[in-house]
Each structure stands twice: as C-alpha cells, then as structure tokens.
C-alpha cells in the first residue's frame, strides 16, 4: 500500500474536524442586533479588503505564471513548475480566507458567550481558532496529496521513469516548487496585512487616544472598525498564509532530500507521515483546552498549553515508532523529532520570558518610562537585541544535535545529506502540532474583536473583563507563536538551501560549488544576505508609517466636519477608513514583496550558484536575528504599557504611561509587519532560488 | 637594503610632523582667565578619566598576559606573543592619551582663534585634529618597525630560520598578536569612552534643557564639564585608539597573507610601503585645508574634502610605482589599492547622503516629528536600516574586483590566496590617507569643546556662530569617518579571516577545513557570530542608559541642594559629575569588553575550528550592518535636530523639536557607543582566535 494514503487519510480528518468546528461555533447566537452590525460592519470590511488583496495578488501570480511558464518552454524548468507554484499560491489563500471567514463569525459568538462565562467565551474563541488550525494543516496535506498521486502516476504512465530513486527525485523537485506559490502568498498576506492592522491600530490610536480623548475600541472613532478588521485581515488571515507556507515547505523540502541521503520512499514518507500523525495528535489535543471560571491568567494559560504539550507527547511516541517501522537503522532521526519538538517549546519559553510582564525583562522595560519616551525606546531595543541569544543558541543545538543524531559526516557526501536530511526533519517535528499550535495563536485576534464589539455593543463590564482576559493572553500565546515560526523558518531555511544545492547538482551535475565562507562570491553573497532583512524591514516599517499617515488624516478630517461626531449623535463614515487602510496596503505591500523576489535572482545572475548558497545563508541567519529581536522587542513594549496600564507606575494617563505608548507604536510595525514578514522572507528566497536554479546555472557573471 | 627601513622612516616623519603640529597649536593664546579655567576643568576631568581607565585596563591586561605567558609555556603560543599583546596595548593606548592631551589643550585655543575669524579657527582645530591623525599613524608605524627589526634579528641571530618564507611567516605570525592588544585597547576606549560621553551627554540634556530649561553648555549646568570631558574621552581617544588599531590591524593581516599568496618578503614589505607613502601624501593634504572668511558650510567640507581627495590621488599615483618596482608581475595589486580608496570616498558619500540635512533621507526624517516621536523613531531606525544598502554593495564590489584583480581563483590555492591578499591590500588603500581623515573627524570635538567654552566664558555672538559652523561640518566629517573606520573594518575582518586559516594550517597541518556554509559546526558559528553585535549593542546602550540614569539623579539633586545655582550665584559641583561618569563607564565597560574577549574563545572549545571561521564571518556580516545601521540612525536623528533647531518645523522648543530630541536621545549611543564599538568587535574577535587558534586546534568538542 502506498503510505501517502495516510497523508490523505490525515487531510481529511483535518479538513473535517475543522469543518465540525466550525458549524459548532456557527451554532452559537451572534448576540444583539447591535452586536449583529458591528459583525457585520467588520466582516464586510475584512472581505473587501481580501477581495481586493486576491485581486492584486492575482495580477502578480498571472505575471510570475507567464515568466514561469516561458522559462518552462525554453526549458529551464519543468513544466509542472507554473501549475505547482499557481496551487501553492491558491492553497495558502484559502487558508487565509477560511480562517478570516471563521474569525469574522466567531468574533460577536465569542462576546456572546462571554456573557455566559470566561469559559464559553474560551471555547467558542479557540474552536474557531482551531478551525484555522486544522484548515490549514489539513489544506496543505492536501496539496502535497493530490500533487504526489498525481506526479506518480504521470512518472509512472505517461513519461515513465523506471529507478525509484529518479522517480522520487522527480516529484520531490517539481512539489518544491508550489512552495514558491505558497510563500509569495504568504508574503502578500503578512505584509499587506500587516500593513494594514497597524495602519488602523496606529491611526486609531494616536488621533482617537491621543488627541481626541476618546477610550480604545470607542464607536465614536471612524478607524474603530479598521482596527478590527485588520486584526482579521492581518492577525489571522496574514498568519494562516504564512504558517501554511512553513508547515508544507518544511515537510516538501525535507522530503526532497530523501534521495540524496539515500533513504528512499520511507525517507521521503516521513515527514508527511509525522506531519498525518499530527493531525491526530493535535485534535487530541484540542478536548484538554478548557477552563474553570474563577481562571486567572495563570491558569488560562495553562489550559492552552496542556492541550499544546499533550499533543507533542503524543507525537514523541508515535514518531518512534513510524521511524522504527519505516527507518530502523536510522533511529537518529526520532531525535530529530524530538530536537525540534523541544527546541520549539524551549523558544517559545524564552519568548515568554522576555515578553511577558511576570518576568524582569518587560517589568524593567516598563521602569525606563521614568525616564521618558527615548529611554523606553533604547530599553526595548536592546531587550530585543538581548533576547536573541536563547533563540540562536536553542536553534543551534536543535541543528547540531539532528544533525550528528542522523548519522552527519562531513567527509561522505551520503551520511553528509543525512544529516541535513535530519536537521529538515527537526523543522517538521516543530511543526507536526500545528494544528493546535495555531488555534492557540488564532484564538487570540478573535478575543480581541469579541472586547470590541463588548465595548461597542455597551455589553457589561463583567463580560468586557473576560474578553480581556482572554485577550491579554493572546498576546503570551502570539508571541510564542511567533517564536516557533522563525525557529521552523530557520530549520526549514537550511533545509531548503541543501535543496537548493541537490537541485543545482541535479540539474548541471559538472558545476563547481565552492561554499566556503572565504569564497569571495559567497562572502559578497552572504553580506547581501544580511543586509536584505535589514532593508526589508525598513521599507515595511515605512509602509506602515505612511499608511498610519493616511489614516491619521482621514479620521481627523472626520471629527473635524462630522457635526455631532464626538458627542455620539451622528455616525462616522467606518468605511472610508476600511477603504484606505485597504488601498494604501495594497500599494505599499508591492515593493517589499517584489524585491523578495528579484533579489535572489539577480544576485544569482551576478554571482552564481556559490553566490546564492551565501546570500540564502546570510538572509537566515541575519533575518531570524532580527525577526526575534523585532517580534521580542515589539511584545515587550506593549506588555510594558499593559503593565502600566494595570496600575502600576501611576497607571493610565500618567507620565509613564505616555511614554510607554510611544514605545508600543514603535513596537507595532516591529511584531506585526516587519519581524513576521521577515519569517517569510528568509523561506521566500530559497524558494525563488530552486525555482530559478536552472535559469541561474545557465546564465551568471561570476 | 631592508625595504622596512622606508617603514621606519615614515613612522619618524609623522610623529615629527605630529611634534612640530603640537608646538604650533600650543603657541597660540589660550585666551581669558575664564577660558583657561574652564578648559583646565575639562582637561583635568579628561586627565582623571584616562588615569582611571588605563588603571583598569591595565588589570585586564594584566590578568590576560598571564594567561597567554602561561599558554606560551604550555606550548600553545609563540613566547613572543604575551609581549606583543602588551604592545600592542600600550601604542593603541598611547595613540588615545596624546590625541586626547592635544585636543583638550586646543579646544579654548581654538575658540580664542576663532575671535579673529573663522580660518584661524578652522586651522587651529584641523592642526589639532592633525596631531592625532599623525600620531595615530606614526606609533603605528613605529610598532610595526620594532617588531619588524627585532624578530628579524631574532631569526637571523638566535634561533636561525634559514627559509626566507618561513621567516617572514615567524615575523608575520607573531605581529598579528599586538593586533591583539591594539584591539582590546581599542575596546576598552571604544567603549569606556562611549558610554562615558552620551551619559554626560543624556544626563546633561535630560535635566538640563529639558527638565531646568536652560541652553545647552550653560555653566550653571553642573553635567556640562563631563559633557565636554566626555567629548575629549570617546570621540578624540577613544576614536584614536580605535584607529589605531584598524590601521594596523589592515597591515599586519595583509602582510600575514603574503607567504601563503606566494609573494614573499616584497608581498610583506606593499601593504607597509604604501603605509609609509600615506604619511607624506597625508602631510601634503594637510596643507590644502583652509578656508576664506565667508565660508559657507559647503565651502568649509569642500576646503577639508580637498586635502583629503589630493592625498588620496597621490597614493594612487605612488603605489602604480611601488607595486610596479615590488611586484611588476602582479599590477592586479595596484586595482586593489584604488578599489579600496574609491571604496572608501563611496561610502563616505552615502553616509552623507543618509545622515546630512541638505538631502532628502534627513529632511524627511525631520517632517516625521510631525506626528510625534514614535514616528521619528520608526523613521530613524527605517532610514538607517535602508542605508545599509549602498555600503554592502560597495564593500561587495571592492572585495570582488580586488579578489579577481589579483588573480584570485578558487581552484588553486595560491592564486586564491593573492585574491585574499588583495582584499586585505584593498583595507590598506582605504586606511593609508589616515592620517588626514582622522585629522578631519578628529577636528570635531574640538570644534564642539570650543564651542562650549566659547559659551560658557560669554565670548560674542559672532564666536560662538564660527566654532557652531566648525562643529556642525564635524558631524558630518565624523560621520564619514565612521564610515570609512566600518568598511576597512569588514575588508580587513576577511584579511583576518583568512589569517586564521592560514595560522592554524601552521600550527596543525593535518587539521581538516570544512568551511562550507552547509557544514552544521560553520553554519551555526555564523548564528552565534550574526547574533554577537546585537547582544554587544544591547549590552553598550543598556550600559548609556544606566550611567546617564546615574548623571540625571546627580544633577536633578545638585539643583536641589545647592541654593543659588540657577540664579548664578553659585557654582555646581562639576567634579562630582565627571567622577560619576567616569566610575560608572569602568564599571560597565567590563562585561561588554570580556564578553567580546571569551566568546570566540568558547565557540573555538565547543565548534571548533570551522565553527570558528564561520563564527567570525558571521559577526563580520551582520556587524557590519548593524554599525552602519546604528552609526546613519544616529548621525539623521541627530542632524534632523539640528534642522529643526535652525528654523524648519517650528524650530526649537516647538512640538517637532521635542519630538526630535527623542530620536537624538536614542540616536546618541547609536552613533557613539554601540556602532563604532562593533566596528572594534568585528576584529578583536578574529585576533582573539587568531591567538587562541593553538589552543583550540588542541581542544574542541566538534
């Protein structure tokens, strides 16, 4: 029997359970009919903003399809190449535009049943992000099911290729390439959202907060609903792209290095039977999420996590014994599982330590606002740059330890693959939970949305509390959520880049490689690399800056000529605000995203191969460096004020809590656009450059 | 005759020059009582710092010459090597101490001069500023030679080397550590001196201007004489021992390279002969800086770049002859030189370009105060982070041609080490017009200490608007001498690399280089080493900010205890705060410094050696984007002040201002603390390995 039916049999069950999910959260009552037009208001808002993004993003895959599909006819490329990279861009949208769908449903649902309890509340909140969880694992088992029996079939019926180890080597190649759809879409999703959710939020804030008085989430402000929306446009939709980019382009490109280590069709299995197993794991999972109702922060968080840590347990033991069955010589791969499994959660601690307010760092953080707004910039800046270490010095053992565990030999080029076979498999262990991993990421936009529309619907205090509580902890999980998805990106980083040398050997089997580091191509590669992360996240950070402009603007022009605006007797125009936030992302996603792509391929036409293995090198390292620091530093500065916020160092509208604001308006752009999209970035690259590997072997200066 | 006898005569030429400079500045009035109180308050303040530091530096030194004496013992080290680190030192330090005693007894002399016009100012800073360019290079030359002379003998007399190429490698090999020494001189200083200026500095301004409201170097201030003190300690020697220590830093790593580029005792003698050359070009540029009385800021940077631009062709010209006498065979050489001077006046540009107000990066930065300071936050750290774009690619196009020019080839191993010799041949083209750029940023805290005591001895209007115009061009010219200091930094970190590679090759023949960046051990090292500059940066503000926490509390209680001081009826306890300032900076100078010590120590015990190099490139890399990162952010937030403060936007005191100080405040250990120290870490971590590479090639786990 073929073992990727499993990987079919996992889809399904994924794709079904979030499908039960999300009829039992669309069970729930929407609340009022105030609740019911404020849902609406953002649903609308969310879907125009999607309509338009897929609308733009599909000129540009239309674009990328047309220059693929010439490359392939000159024969650069395979001509499975423009229709894999066309379904990995369309499944990472889906994924997008599910969980968005689900969000905006489940968002009134939550605050209505936080009238109930902090414990509905939760379970509505995390069905619904478990819904994302599993829609997206279960869409990318998907495509990486139908391309494999696909693929299979054509290699074994119509152009028949007879050695398994060629056969395999075929599919594997031509399945990495929808990874290159899958995280352009991924990188319009993050930034264009990104951009827009901190637009709103820092538009919002500064004219509403600041200048005209008003409290957050206050229906007197026009950018009220923007703000929302972008939490669902960006916090959820941005972040379903991106992880389906990471889950299928960790299990594709570990598989793809199967032949070269010579471990075959179990090789290759593998990581798509964990990732199966996964599915299993996690909806396991999923039934120990729940909560007693006198819950503190403390205990709610512990609930997430228990479900989070039985799902890992689960898949230490089941991995040990796929691997027994499948690779029993090569046990050293469980300990990759296990590496990854570990290092994920270790990362994801180290990111709670450093951004949480229960621990020094962040409750120092907030003792630099004594000092005004310049000390608590420095102070978080350079909490980020401390917090990098742990994540470096985690990822590397994680790297060393899967690596030697798997047999790694430098001197044989056989046992060399097999550890970066196994350093691959490191990426995928980390990966396999994602299905509750990121319900318990998801949950917490929809929290956010469901204080909202409390605040706005004028539902209790009680229930606006509980909505809180399950907010501020979104926060925790967010950014440990984050943590594990650069700590994956930079396994799947390396995995990717020894991808990218199989396929170039591959494809000219006489080109030279020289990746030494004292190589002057690679060095310059690797210099070109570090500086990309840099330059990335300057254009995005300014991109929300001018788009926060924009909006600043509009929602002052509109207490400025709406008579009766601020004294609640007329309306604000929410939609103005939705349409810019949604024109100026639009517009200013472009540059970023483009320059993703054209840069590796331009350093590879001036540098050559050697050149592109140092420039992939340099964006992963520098990028996950400076992503943690700039996810770490942004969680930091909005705990900090959340801190003072809470009462401490005079509380709201003191002098403290001024300079805190200015600190988590930096802090914005830092953890929701720049530092995330880096994440995709770093895997982008390596994608554009397997992708371009035979246009670049045929044609370079160097 | 021994071509190092040229070296020898340059090094008595510039420290002639630097004697006969000295004598001229000192012969101009000091000017009235008041003046000369208040400089001897700086210099004594300066005098007590440097007297500190040298005293805990000097138990560092200590502690480490034992354990190299001991290393040396044991067999891991040349015997030489625990006394060439303490040369080292003690040049390095020397070059700070005279630079330092120059410039604080030129600053009231300089704005005695500028009474009688702007030239006489300008000729009294620069002739100054130009003691320490000369000395700078002149001890560094003079080091080079004793070192030269005695191993020589040593070689040739005592223990006989009968093979020229392994005696050249003894020479070279055992030069290579007073880099050693020269580097953690230059850490300390660095980093002392940085921290010690922009906490007088914070602290200054933070009570002062903000908090009292009185003008900036206002006597009744009782932080300003450590301000001016803090001028004198980390811009003048701190900057001169850093200096010190890339000048000669650049010359032995390339001299180093010269056995295993096959060029012999001649490839030894280029990089010093064009060293020496650099001497008598600088001193012929000295005598073009000068200026008419109705200089414009634009006239009074073209009169300083003119000296500049005339020595740097004359070095072009001249080393067409050297290398044609030297190496006929090689003219490769001679394109190395000039891509390291074109290099070197490119990145210059663009430092001016991102950091002055006459373009568009800095004049933006200033319209974002607009909206308050976290948007000039986000739009400072942005532009610095787009401004790593152009240095990369310059220092990527230097590295390349100067590579390829010299042959460079990567199938064979001595071609491919004279492309490696270029690249550090390049490094010394870039650094041996040194001693007039250092003339030209060193004139800077000059300019600004006169200023300062212009204004606090009350000496005209007219005065005070002539040292202002002096002082503004010096942030530019500091600036561009960053800049410089950083790209000669990363051209001379690969020299360096490659050094370490050659050595351990000496010392363990059979050792096994895996240098790929695919091999787990490099491509963790490259981690570690991108992550380093972010904890040393953090590790250097926190350190600002703690100390400045200290001045603000120092100052606030002296306002408040000593009656009359604001009135003007009593005098501050300035003392107190130059002691503070200099307590605190020893103090915190230490875990930074030992950390940049003990790390490529502790990656060489746990990597190995390719984890080494790989460590190395890594923090070469990403600390080169970084400093130029941090040194544009802080040098655009500053002069984005500055154009506010001369009219623009409201001008001083207005909304904007205070929006914009928050961005200097920030900018401050930027630009004078964290980014240049990097600029020190990069290459103290590859001297550190370089003299530990026995040790570790005896112990290491991978």
Redesign the interface.
């Given at each position: 029997m073929d073992l990727m039916l499993f990987v079919a049999i996992g889809s399904i069950i994924a794709l079904s359970f979030a499908f039960v999910l999300f009829n039992k959260v669309r069970s729930h009552s929407e609340g009022t009919e105030q609740m019911i037009k404020i849902a609406n208001a953002i649903r609308k808002g969310a879907s125009a903003y999607l309509k338009r993004q897929y609308t733009g993003v599909g000129v540009f895959f239309a674009v990328v399809f047309v220059v693929l599909f010439i490359l392939s006819l000159l024969g650069y490329l395979n001509y499975f190449v423009p229709f894999a990279f066309l379904t990995g861009g369309f499944f990472s949208a889906m994924s997008g535009f599910i969980g968005m769908k689900t969000a905006t449903m489940a968002n009134s649902r939550t605050a209505c049943a936080a009238q109930q309890g902090l414990n509905k509340g939760l379970r509505v909140a995390f069905s619904a992000g478990a819904v994302m969880g599993f829609v997206v694992v279960g869409l990318g088992l998907l495509d990486l099911s139908i391309w494999y029996f696909f693929l299979k079939f054509w290699y074994t019926n119509v152009e028949v290729v007879r050695s398994e180890s060629l056969m395999i080597q075929y599919i594997t190649s031509n399945m990495l390439t929808f990874g290159m759809g899958a995280s352009c879409m991924a990188l319009f999703a993050r930034v264009g959202g990104g951009i827009f959710t901190k637009a709103a939020d820092?538009g919002a804030d500064?004219v509403g907060k600041v200048e005209a008085g008003i409290p957050e989430d206050d229906p007197r402000n026009p950018a009220v609903i923007a703000d929302n929306v972008g939490d669902n446009v960006g916090d959820v939709a941005g972040m379903g792209a991106d992880l389906y980019e990471s889950y299928v382009g960790s299990i594709i490109s570990t598989s793809a290095l199967a032949v070269s280590a010579g471990l075959g069709m179990k090789g290759m299995a593998v990581p798509m039977l964990l990732a199966a197993l996964g599915v299993i794991a996690s909806i396991f999972g999923t039934f120990f999420v729940k909560t007693k109702e006198d819950a503190t922060q403390k205990t709610l968080l512990k609930s997430l996590r228990l479900g989070t840590y039985i799902s890992a347990g689960i898949i230490a033991v089941a991995s040990y014994f796929v691997i027994n069955t499948l690779l029993p010589q090569y046990m050293g791969v469980f300990y990759a599982v296990i590496a990854g499994l570990v290092s994920g959660v270790l990362i994801g601690f180290t990111t709670e330590y450093f951004t949480s307010d229960t621990y020094n760092p962040t409750k120092g953080l907030s003792k630099?606002s004594e000092?005004?707004?310049?000390?608590v910039?420095?102070?978080g800046?350079?909490?980020?740059?401390?917090s990098?270490?742990w994540p470096?010095?985690i990822?590397?053992t994680a790297?060393?330890i899967s690596?030697?565990a798997c047999g790694?030999n430098?001197?044989d080029a056989l046992s060399f693959n097999r550890?970066?076979y196994g350093?691959g498999v490191a990426a995928v262990g980390m990966l396999s939970t994602l299905g509750i991993t990121l319900a318990t990421d998801a949950y917490g936009p929809i929290a956010d949305n469901a204080g909202g529309i409390a605040e706005m619907s004028g539902l209790g205090k009680e229930v606006r509390d509980r909505t809180d509580a399950l907010d501020s902890l979104g926060n925790t999980t967010a950014a440990t959520g984050k943590g594990f998805a650069i700590g994956s990106a930079?396994l799947t980083a390396?995995a990717l880049?020894?991808a990218y040398?199989a396929e170039v050997k591959n494809l000219a089997p006489n080109v030279?490689f020289?990746?030494?580091?004292?190589?002057?191509?690679?060095?310059?590669g690797?210099?070109?690399?570090?500086?990309i992360p840099?330059?990335f996240?300057?254009?995005t950070?300014?991109a929300?800056?001018k788009a926060?402009?924009s909006i600043?603007l509009e929602v002052r022009r509109q207490f400025k000529t709406i008579k009766g605006l601020l004294e609640g007797t007329a309306e604000p125009d929410y939609e103005s605000c939705v349409d810019l936030c949604t024109r100026s992302s639009q517009k200013l996603m472009i540059l970023p995203a483009v320059l993703a792509v054209i840069v590796p391929i331009a350093v590879g036409l001036i540098l050559g191969v050697n050149g592109v293995?140092?420039f992939l090198?340099?964006t992963t390292?520098?990028g996950?460096?400076l992503a943690v620091?700039m996810s770490n530093a942004g969680g930091a500065w909005d705990n900090a004020k959340k801190h003072i916020e809470a009462g401490n160092l005079g509380g709201k509208g003191s002098d403290c809590h001024k300079a805190a604001?200015?600190g988590d308006?930096?802090g914005d752009?830092f953890k929701d656009t720049s530092g995330p999209a880096i994440n995709i970035l770093i895997k982008l690259t390596s994608m554009v450059s397997i992708v371009f590997a035979g246009l670049i072997v045929a044609f370079h200066l160097?």
């Open positions: 820092v500064l630099t000092t005004g707004s310049a000390t910039i420095i102070g800046l350079s909490l980020g740059m401390s990098t270490v470096v010095i990822v590397g790297i060393l690596f030697f790694g430098v001197s550890g970066l350093i930079a390396l880049i020894a040398i030279q020289n990746l030494s580091i004292t190589n002057p191509p690679v060095l310059v690797l210099f070109i690399g570090a500086m840099f330059l996240a300057a254009l950070m300014e929300v800056g926060a402009q600043v293995a140092g090198a340099g390292i520098t996950f460096v620091m604001v200015v308006t930096v752009p160097l």
